[in-house]
């Protein structure tokens, strides 16, 4: 069941499935580096009353024991959703990388591809993204395809995340 607080706005109905903090495991793979495994914690808040989603990610490496080995990926931004069911997603990255993604959402699945990509001189190159979320099961699914370091788009990340807090308990 989705909770959807009572101070959503009503434009962000259609994602309140998002809301609350994930947490869980994935994989990651690249022509340009060794498979490895990630822990990840996901929170989408919200503002009361403001037409927008605030996301934060934060992932670590894992060992083939589940054992944190380093902090890995950080990324925050927001998600404003749009007229006929078009969504908006802006991201920043540390490593030097601003993203722009547009795209639709159904009821518990949206689909992302980015519009823009900045990034400073001093970031690896980085052209594009498309990022897939569902809800299956009660879980968070996403799978993340980037084109990076002279390669076409192609799959870079998968997870799955399981809701630990709920939409009351991460509002901001």
Request: aromatic fraction near 10%.
């Given at each position: 069941?989705?909770?959807?607080?009572?101070?959503?706005?009503?434009?962000?109905?259609?994602?309140?499935?998002?809301?609350?903090r994930w947490e869980g495991a994935g994989v990651g793979d690249y022509p340009t580096i060794e498979?490895?495994?990630?822990?990840?914690?996901?929170?989408?808040?919200?503002?009361?009353?403001?037409?927008?989603?605030?996301?934060?990610?934060?992932?670590?490496?894992?060992?083939d024991d589940g054992n944190l080995v380093r902090p890995a990926?950080?990324?925050?931004?927001?998600?404003?959703?749009?007229?006929?069911?078009?969504?908006?997603?802006?991201?920043?990255?540390?490593?030097?990388?601003?993203?722009?993604?547009?795209?639709?959402?159904?009821?518990?699945?949206?689909?992302?591809?980015?519009?823009?990509?900045?990034?400073?001189?001093?970031?690896?190159?980085?052209?594009?993204?498309?990022?897939?979320?569902?809800?299956?099961?009660?879980?968070?699914?996403?799978?993340?395809?980037?084109?990076?370091?002279?390669?076409?788009?192609?799959?870079?990340?998968?997870?799955?995340?399981?809701?630990?807090?709920?939409?009351?308990?991460?509002?901001?």
């Open positions: 069941m989705i909770e959807i607080p009572s101070d959503l706005h009503t434009d962000c109905v259609p994602l309140a499935w998002l809301l609350g498979a490895y495994r990630f822990g990840q914690e996901v929170e989408f808040t919200y503002v009361p009353g403001k037409p927008f989603l605030s996301y934060t990610s934060r992932s670590w490496i894992l060992d990926a950080r990324e925050t931004g927001y998600w404003r959703p749009q007229p006929n069911d078009e969504v908006e997603v802006l991201l920043t990255h540390p490593t030097g990388y601003v993203e722009i993604y547009i795209g639709r959402s159904e009821p518990a699945r949206i689909e992302l591809a980015t519009r823009g990509v900045l990034k400073t001189e001093t970031a690896k190159d980085y052209r594009a993204g498309h990022r897939l979320y569902g809800m299956v099961n009660g879980r968070l699914m996403y799978v993340y395809e980037m084109a990076a370091m002279g390669h076409d788009l192609q799959p870079h990340l998968s997870a799955e995340l399981q809701r630990v807090a709920g939409a009351s308990e991460s509002a901001g």
